[in-house]
Every structure is written in C-alpha cells, then in structure tokens.
C-alpha cells in the first residue's frame, strides 16, 4: 500500500502531466486561430470583370491587413454612392513599381480606379494590386516615373 506521500506525488504529477497537455492543445489552437483566419478575397469578387470607378476620395485607410480606398462615385442617375475599394497591405503598396504611402491618396482628390465589382451587387471592389494599379489621380497615373520625376524637379529648373 503507497504510503500518503507516494500517493500526493502520484496525484502531482498527473496534475502536471494534464496541464502540460492542456498547455500545447491550447497554444496549438492560438497558433492556429490566426492562421485559418486570413481569407482570400477572389471569392468574394467578380474577378474576372473589370469596372471602372470615377470619384472622389473622401478617405484613404493606410492599414494592415487590407488598405481601402473610399470615394463618392455618382451613379447614371446623379446619385452619389460611397464605395469602398479594398486594397493591399501598405507594405505590399510600399514596394516595387506602385511605391504609394499613406499620402498617395488624400481626400478631394479626383481618382479613376480600375477594379473587380463585388459579387454580391454590394458599392464594394477590389484593386488587384499586387505589383501595379490601373489608377489615375487628379488625371496622373501614381505609377508614372515621369510624373514623379517632374515633382521631384525644382520649380525654378522646369
């Protein structure tokens, strides 16, 4: 028969033994959550149809995980429609041939954003940017080296 100490440490151990187990299921499952929750966005957008959207910005969301352009686009009636355009991270936004920043956009500005319509009808798209955006701002493409170069060039030198 254990004696009353052998049977405590027998009782401690297979409390340990359980909150080990309970330890990895639970971090297993925080490292999981994250994971299964990023999305894909092609589902929710027609992408295999391009639209055109002409209006002005009323507000440029620079944030992780998905940036969103906003503007007010007058539809064939006159009727004004906030939209909303679903972008890249910022950092994806940041590198290569788009190089935009929080300043890319402000709001007035007058853009011509090429994008995929919502599927469900819904004044929501998708810029499916990932290298480059068919965008126009104030009537000048963001993604223009010349036009870039042009602001870049002092007043007195142009």
């Known amino acids: 028969m254990p004696s009353r100490l052998q049977s405590h440490y027998v009782c401690a151990a297979k409390m340990r033994l359980h909150f080990a187990t309970f330890a990895i299921f639970a971090g ?8 299964s929750a990023h999305h894909g966005t092609a589902p929710n957008y027609k992408m295999d149809e391009s639209i055109v959207l002409t209006g002005t ?5 620079w944030r992780n995980p998905h940036s969103a352009l906003l503007l007010d686009v007058k539809d064939a009636s006159g009727k004004v429609i906030n939209y909303a355009i679903e ?4 950092g994806v936004m ?4 788009m190089g935009w920043t929080r300043n890319t956009f402000k709001a007035g500005d007058l853009v011509e954003f090429h994008a995929h319509p919502s599927r469900t009808g819904a004044p929501v798209a998708v810029g499916g940017c990932t290298d480059s955006c068919e965008v126009l701002i104030n009537g000048v493409s963001p993604n223009n080296p010349e036009a870039d170069s042009k602001s870049a060039t002092p007043a007195s030198a142009q």
Request: glycine share 4%.
């Open 87 to 90: 972008l890249p991270s910022p």
């Open 57 to 61: 910005v009323t507000e440029f969301r």
């Open 94 to 97: 940041a590198r290569g041939k």
């Open 28 to 35: 297993a499952l925080a490292f999981t959550a994250p994971v």
